[in-house]
């Protein structure tokens, strides 16, 4: 019985930076659509995929992303903060196509760093501006608050954007400082130093 072995790129173009790894059912139709791309661009930054009407599951894709994604990047915190206080955030594909970015962290209650009630995760991308949501808590103690944000089709993320948690008071609008913080340098995910 012959198995297809999986073909993945050497490398990605630029603003192909982003690797889809190829499911059961996915054609290439399918993913251009996800990814909101031509299906022509798809292709052509594809060249390891000799065929695009013959896409087999494990085959690894360069699709739309000026950074290699998924990646995680660790939050270093921003001033005093308590003991255990910590997070990342992870940009990945969004449920419904194009990216997202998800932010997890442990932290102490709001009010810890004066009248607020809520946290809000964001992403501040060069030359777009920024995406937020509110983040939410688990039952532990301290908590840990997570939230996601869709990019909308015409934002993508970039080197040197920013992704930060903040506490903010929901019945103002008030923001508090940055608590936690970290830069997608040079291209990639890596942790700010």
Same mark, same amino acid.
């Given at each position: ?35 909101? @791309? ?10 390891? /995929? ?9 085959? #690894? ?19 005093? @903060? ?5 997070? @990342?955030?992870? #940009? ?25 009630? %809520?946290?809000?995760?964001? %992403?501040?991308?060069?030359? /777009? ?11 532990? $103690? ?7 944000? $869709? ?11 920013? /992704?930060? %948690? ?12 940055? /608590? ?14």
């Amino acid at each position: 019985m012959y198995r297809q072995l999986p073909r993945i790129p050497q490398s990605c173009p630029p603003g192909f930076l982003g690797r889809y790894t190829v499911r059961p059912g996915d054609t290439f139709y399918n993913i251009a659509t996800m990814f909101r @791309v031509r299906l022509e661009a798809l292709a052509v930054n594809n060249p390891h /995929i000799t065929n695009p009407n013959m896409i087999f599951p494990g085959d #690894v894709l360069c699709v739309p992303g000026f950074i290699p994604y998924p990646c995680c990047i660790v939050l270093q915190s921003r001033g005093s @903060v308590p003991f255990g206080t910590a997070g @990342v955030g992870f #940009v990945h594909f969004a449920p419904a196509g194009g990216q997202a970015v998800s932010f997890m962290a442990t932290l102490p209650q709001p009010s810890t760093f004066g009248n607020f009630d %809520i946290y809000t995760g964001e %992403i501040l991308i060069p030359g /777009i501006n920024g995406f937020g949501t509110q983040l939410f808590p688990t039952p532990q $103690d301290p908590p840990t608050w997570s939230g996601r944000v $869709d990019l909308p089709a015409v934002a993508s993320v970039m080197p040197n954007s920013r /992704i930060l %948690i903040r506490p903010s008071d929901s019945r103002t609008g008030i923001s508090g400082p940055v /608590i936690l913080e970290g830069i997608i340098r040079d291209g990639s995910c890596q942790m700010q130093t």
